[in-house]
């Protein structure tokens, strides 16, 4: 790492300052928020994630083969009864949130 040497201490104090405001604002971030980030565009963020998880899942059950699927739950039940209702759900979520941060 590389170091530089500071002979201001004013300097000094602003740099220390500022390494204590990156820590705290790390530790209030957590866990999600390192993955997500913070700002205007984290519900974006989460909801896209939460869409592409599900389409994923929807995909690797559509390719699996028909002897390894539940014969309970087929194709048509989990499209229009899991992944239909969740991606229209995020969709106007999305507008909804869309809408009321814009009137007019």
Avoid: C, H
């Amino acid at each position: 790492m590389n170091k530089i040497e500071v002979q201001d201490p004013k300097v000094v104090s602003k740099i220390i300052a500022a390494n204590a405001e990156t820590e705290k604002r790390k530790a209030e971030l957590g866990i999600l928020g390192k993955f997500f980030g913070s700002g205007e565009n984290v519900r974006l963020y989460i909801v896209g994630t939460i869409a592409i998880i599900v389409l994923l899942i929807a995909l690797i059950y559509t390719l699996t083969p028909q002897p390894f699927r539940s014969a309970d739950f087929g194709l048509k039940e989990m499209w229009t009864l899991i992944v239909l209702p969740v991606e229209s759900t995020i969709v106007g979520y999305l507008i909804g949130s869309r809408s009321k941060e814009n009137p007019g």
